[in-house]
C-alpha cells in the first residue's frame, strides 16, 4: 500500500509540472518503463532514453559533425534533440564521466539558466515543456552525485516495490508468480533474492507464452 502511494507520487510529481526528478529504488522494478510511459502520456513528445557509462563522452550526447560529400555537417545528438522538441530519461548517471556530468550541469539547470552552447556556435535552450527523470538505484545520499547535481533534482522518490502495472501483468500471465514477486519486495528488512526479481519473472513469463515449461525455465533462469 505503501509503495503504491510512492508510485502515485511520482505521478502526481509529473502531472504538477515538476521538471527534473530523480527517481530510485532496486533494479528492474519498472521505473525506465514507466518513465518513458509517463512522459510520452504527459507531453505528447518523443521521450530519449540515455543509458550513461563511464566511457561515454560528451560529444556523443550533444552531437558531431558527419561528412556529406566534400562537407561536414552537424548532427545534434540525443540530448540536444531531447532539449529541442522532446523530453529525456537518464539512467545510471552517477556510471557517467565526470565530463558527461558536468555537461548535464547545464542541461539540468533551472528553466531561466539551462542551456548548451554547440561548436556550431548554436545556443541550444530547452524547449518549454522539456522533463528530465534521472532513474538510480542509490538513495539521493548514496549516489556519488554531486551536492551541485543533486540541487538540480527538484523531488527525489523512492520506489521499492515493483510497479502496479507490473504486477498486474505478471498476475495475467500467472497469479502465483505474481504474488511471489510482490512478497519478494514486501519483505521489509530482508535481502531480497537475486534469482527472484520481477525482471527475471518477467522473462520467464515472456518465454513460457511461447510453449516451454514454467519449471524448465524457472531452473535455467534462477538456476534452482
Not at 563511464?54 to 566534400?70: C, K
Not at 531480497?192 to 535455467?220: C, H, W
Request: hydrophobic fraction near 40%; aromatic fraction near 6%.
Amino acid at each position: 500500500k505503501g509503495e503504491i502511494m510512492s508510485w502515485n507520487r511520482f505521478t502526481e510529481s509529473v502531472n504538477a509540472g515538476i521538471r527534473i526528478i530523480y527517481l530510485w529504488g532496486p533494479p528492474g522494478i519498472g521505473k525506465t518503463y514507466t518513465a518513458k510511459k509517463i512522459l510520452r502520456e504527459k507531453s505528447g513528445k518523443v521521450v530519449y532514453d540515455i543509458t550513461c557509462f563511464e566511457d561515454a563522452v560528451g560529444q556523443e550526447l550533444v552531437g558531431h559533425y558527419i561528412p556529406r560529400g566534400n562537407v561536414f555537417e552537424w548532427h545534434d545528438g540525443l540530448v540536444v534533440r531531447a532539449m529541442k522538441e522532446g523530453a529525456l530519461v537518464i539512467n545510471e548517471l552517477p556510471r557517467a564521466s565526470f565530463a558527461v556530468r558536468d555537461m548535464f550541469l547545464s542541461v539540468l539547470d533551472t528553466k531561466e539558466s539551462a542551456s548548451i552552447t554547440l561548436p556550431t556556435g548554436e545556443q541550444v535552450i530547452p524547449h518549454k515543456d522539456f522533463r528530465v527523470i534521472v532513474t538510480g538505484n542509490s538513495s539521493p545520499e548514496d549516489s556519488q552525485l554531486t551536492e551541485a547535481m543533486l540541487d538540480r533534482m527538484e523531488t527525489c522518490i523512492e520506489v521499492s516495490e515493483p510497479h502496479p502495472e507490473l504486477l498486474a501483468f505478471l498476475s495475467k500471465k500467472d497469479p502465483i508468480i505474481s504474488k511471489m514477486v510482490a512478497n519478494v519486495y514486501a519483505a521489509k528488512g530482508k535481502q531480497r533474492p537475486s534469482e527472484v526479481t520481477a525482471r527475471k519473472m518477467l522473462t520467464v513469463m515472456n518465454i513460457v507464452s511461447t510453449g516451454p515449461d514454467m519449471k524448465k525455465v524457472l531452473d535455467i533462469v534462477t538456476g534452482k
